[in-house]
């Protein structure tokens, strides 16, 4: 049935078979078939039939954030754009990469590596992660506390709309306000406005000197001082993530680090020329001391990069387990946490917190040993306590009967409006349904 | 309108915002009848000055319900013919919306009402060193609504970013009369980047009436110095190896010949004038390694075809220089009664290449094309000296500017880096955007205002 309304695509590059689409399911859900584009005019027309019959899309990348939405509302096709992996321009001098949309993060970084650039968006799991899916979801790792997100580094991108048409934002250019920035727009829409089919991105050049520094402290008050510390002198860390007892031991032995004994954990990453890092260095070191740090640490060189690595996955939560992004006002992060430690919480929370970007990652791990209402009331607790500081929260991922109580977005302001904008741009309501608005 | 119609509309405007609010008289319009683009003009029926979102919201329902354009206005300092009625209707000034609402230094964001200018955030935050990092060259006249709508640029914002980089929520005026919030204090967003959309809709979305600034630190120390150069490609070049060696400066502002004498005889500079191009470079961070960092620039400078450099001692040396940038083109008073700054982007590394193109255009049409410009972003800012009273001089410089448009596109770039398409540049949109593209962005626009009564005759080039 579904070969037919796809009629000018080629067979082969269409799956129908049951093996192969259990590969899709999103939410308990199976596409009726999975279509692999090979190019973009394959994208184009898939859409285009899939426009005009009504047919809904959910477009895969790697898969790495496929859970991050609430269940579809539909979910006829699979389009699975890892097919469209070519980098179509890297232009060192320029710091310019053009890139087809299934491109994976690692494929990237090992092209630019020959000329000691790299990508500054390094979302989970990068070696399956799409440069596609990571700009629709607006996913990002650590390094968005100084390079910032997709919205600061993507130069323009094309997308093909419900009638198959391929439109053109932005450019390749550092500085553009040529018309309406339709970029913005489909970076974090989830795919529910358009299908990206193209990136302009620009790359970084790869720092001097990365260096490590993680202290450990015996209490959130110590752990803050310290912070608000080096944000009172000139050092200027790249990064500074703080992580409770249990998340700081979990990604110490996923990359293979004897982790430091206390309840909270600091890492601060300083990269550039040696004479700074090595100077700030000696600044964040003083001030761990001067707040009875009961460790310290510099991380450098292979051990760097592989705790940095397990910090960026997360470690490996398993099916069952629950992740809430919870933001807040950039210095209101020690209030979540106060809330959380100081409540009698019926669910153990694990936390990571980047502070420099007023975020924090909850995790309950293994939540299906805690009864159904004590995880949703957690959630429902956390949501209205977060919005009261002038924050928001999202469920990163949860199990489906999880979404099935509380929806993964929260009341957030303009929200018809964004309504409209869906309505206008997918009439039919053919891209991923139900998954954002 | 006749003109009991208008009598009534101004007493409309005038029940809502007060009577002392409304402007209607011809000489006093007569202000309003350009922004800094000067050679378009168009004069508003009457100008109103409210001073809160719900007075913003009653206009425009009034307006709306009488089917009369409006027109938001900052400060008028836009480049592009923004502001301008083209098809008539009445100004809503936002000047008098001019209150710091609220600065949060530990959350570090401030909010502002949209008429609040520029240099005042930064005024108001930089003892607890901070700042808002946008700098328009027109940052003491610019509001903070006109830079939303036109999501200004400025010498700084090479590293730091653009407006819209730093505005995290906004109060918005709908064209429906709603009073919406977009976004908030946090640096995160959920679903559809309406912040992000606003900036640089060129007031044709909404009006803002509120906006969340975000405010970031001051550097311990600034370095800034001038390379002297031979050639422009010398100067081009050497931001391509200082990005390489990563080393990423704060600004990289290019001055061509052109300019010289003008400047150092406006601002008491001494610029050798038989140089073909200085650039104005600055490094910002902690003071340690700031010397290792100076030494390897001057090397890659040198390597380049720098000649000389000149380095300000103290932060009054820096400051002189930064004015010289920022007012360079008041300079090109001396030599011309009239001119006509151009924004245009293209990939940096065919910066030389552009700027050569540029000298044929202006031998092409006998014209004198100055040159000062944020040479790190590519963002190319041609100046086109005319004066009116010469027999067609003006029709060659709007040829020869649209040409320069041509060429930018041509070489991959695009018509406008920072002061927007207006009224001035839509017929040029067609050179960047197919029909296609054309209409998507159609569509939002529709989505925000259905009724097109708010800034009609912007951006998307006439139907003919
Ligand atoms: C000498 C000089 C130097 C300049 N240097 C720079 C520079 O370095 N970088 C740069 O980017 N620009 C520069 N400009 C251009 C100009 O200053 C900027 O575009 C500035 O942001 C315009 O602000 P304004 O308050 O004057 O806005 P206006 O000119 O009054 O309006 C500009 C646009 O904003 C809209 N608007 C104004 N207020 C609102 C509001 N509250 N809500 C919705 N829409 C609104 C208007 O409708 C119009 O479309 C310069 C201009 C001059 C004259």
């Known amino acids: 049935m579904m070969n037919e309304i796809l009629k000018n695509i080629p067979p082969e590059i269409i799956i129908d078979h049951e093996a192969g689409l259990s590969g899709y399911i999103v939410e308990e859900l199976r596409p009726k078939i999975v279509v692999k584009p090979e190019n973009t005019e394959h994208v184009c027309d898939v859409i285009k039939d899939a426009g005009s019959t009504g047919n809904s899309i959910i477009t895969w990348g790697g898969g790495t954030r496929i859970m991050s939405c609430n269940p579809p509302t539909g979910y006829d096709i699979a389009l699975d754009m890892k097919g469209l992996n070519n980098i179509i321009e890297y232009d060192p001098a320029e710091f310019l990469l053009i890139a087809e949309p299934g491109v994976t993060i690692d494929k990237i970084n090992t092209t630019l590596r020959a000329h000691r650039q790299f990508l500054s968006l390094n979302p989970p799991l990068p070696e399956r992660a799409t440069i596609g899916g990571t700009v629709a979801s607006n996913s990002w790792g650590y390094f968005r506390e100084s390079y910032g997100t997709a919205r600061d580094c993507i130069l323009g991108l094309k997308f093909v709309n419900p009638e198959g048409k391929m439109i053109k934002s932005g450019g390749i250019v550092a500085k553009n306000v040529t018309g309406y920035d339709l970029t913005r727009l489909m970076i974090g829409s989830f795919g529910t406005l358009g299908i990206i089919s193209e990136i302009s991105v620009r790359i970084s050049p790869i720092p001097d000197v990365t260096l490590l520094v993680t202290a450990g402290f015996p209490g959130i008050e110590e752990t803050y001082n310290f912070i608000s510390e080096i944000y009172n002198s000139h050092a200027v860390p790249s990064g500074i993530i703080i992580l409770d007892r249990q998340s700081y031991t979990m990604v110490c032995e996923k990359s293979g680090i004897v982790p430091g004994e206390s309840d909270f954990s600091v890492i601060c990453r300083l990269e550039g020329i040696k004479e700074t890092v090595e100077w700030q260095k000696k600044i964040i070191r003083r001030s761990a001391a001067a707040n009875d740090s009961e460790w310290i640490n510099d991380i450098y060189g292979e051990t760097e990069k592989k705790l940095m690595d397990s910090v960026r996955d997360n470690p490996d939560l398993g099916n069952d387990s629950i992740m809430l992004k919870v933001a807040v006002p950039v210095n209101r992060t020690y209030e979540i946490m106060h809330y959380i430690l100081s409540g009698k919480m019926e669910v153990t929370i694990n936390i990571m917190v980047y502070a420099k970007c007023g975020i924090l990652f909850l995790c309950i791990l293994n939540s299906d040993q805690y009864g159904k209402g004590e995880v949703v009331s957690f959630i429902k607790s956390i949501r209205a306590y977060t919005q009261n500081v002038g924050g928001f929260v999202n469920i990163d991922s949860a199990p489906p009967h999880v979404k099935k109580q509380v929806n993964v977005w929260s009341e957030y302001p303009g929200m018809n409006l964004m309504k409209k904008i869906k309505q206008k741009f997918d009439p039919g309501n053919i891209f991923s349904p139900g998954r954002f608005l | ?464």
């Open chain 2, 1 to 464: 309108m006749e003109q009991w119609q208008f009598g009534s509309i101004i007493e409309g405007l005038k029940s809502i915002a007060g009577e002392k609010s409304v402007l209607s008289d011809k000489e006093s319009l007569l202000t309003y009848e350009s922004d800094g683009l000067t050679m378009d003009t168009a004069v508003p029926w009457a100008v109103v000055f409210p001073v809160s979102a719900e007075q913003v919201s009653e206009i425009v329902k009034y307006l709306t319900g009488n089917k009369i354009p409006y027109i938001p206005r900052g400060a008028g300092t836009g480049l592009s013919g923004g502001c301008l009625p083209v098809k008539g209707g009445i100004v809503i000034s936002l000047t008098r919306m001019n209150r710091i609402l609220e600065i949060d230094i530990e959350n570090r964001f401030a909010i502002v009402e949209p008429g609040v200018l520029n240099e005042e955030v930064t005024d108001a935050v930089k003892d607890h060193g901070l700042h808002f990092s946008p700098d328009p060259s027109s940052g003491q006249a610019s509001t903070i609504g006109g830079n939303i709508a036109e999501n200004a640029g400025g010498p700084h914002t090479m590293k730091y970013g653009v407006t819209v980089n730093h505005v995290l929520g906004m109060e918005v005026v709908l064209p429906d009369g709603d009073i919406v919030e977009l976004g908030s204090s946090t640096l995160e967003t959920q679903g559809y980047d309406l912040v992000g959309l606003m900036n640089g809709s060129e007031g044709t979305f909404g009006i803002v009436t509120k906006a969340i600034v975000k405010l970031i630190p001051l550097p311990e120390t600034y370095l800034t110095f001038c390379g002297i150069y031979n050639s422009v490609d010398g100067a081009v070049n050497t931001i391509t190896q200082l990005f390489k060696a990563g080393i990423t400066p704060v600004a990289l502002e290019l001055i061509d010949k052109v300019y010289l004498k003008g400047l150092n005889e406006a601002f008491d500079m001494d610029f050798p004038t038989d140089a073909e191009a200085v650039m104005i470079m600055e490094l910002d961070g902690p003071e340690e390694g700031m010397d290792t960092l100076r030494e390897k620039v001057i090397d890659i400078c040198r390597e380049n075809d720098m000649r000389d450099v000149q380095i300000a001692a103290d932060s009054d040396a820096r400051k002189k220089l930064w004015t010289t940038r920022k007012h360079a083109t008041a300079a090109l008073g001396r030599m011309t009664p009239f001119y006509y700054t151009q924004d245009g982007v293209v990939p940096r590394t065919r910066l030389p290449e552009m700027l050569k193109r540029i000298r044929e255009i202006a031998r092409k049409y006998n014209i004198t094309i100055a040159n000062a410009f944020h040479a790190g972003d590519g963002n190319i800012h041609p100046v086109l000296l005319y004066d009116e009273r010469i027999k067609d001089e003006k029709t060659r410089v709007l040829a020869a500017s649209g040409e320069i448009l041509e060429t930018c596109v041509e070489m991959g770039g695009t018509i406008s880096g920072e002061h927007g398409i207006g009224s001035e540049k839509k017929k040029y949109m067609k050179l960047v955007f197919t029909v296609d593209d054309l209409e998507q962005m159609k569509d939002l626009k529709g989505v925000f205002d259905p009724e097109g009564f708010l800034n009609p005759g912007k951006i998307f080039p006439e139907e003919n």
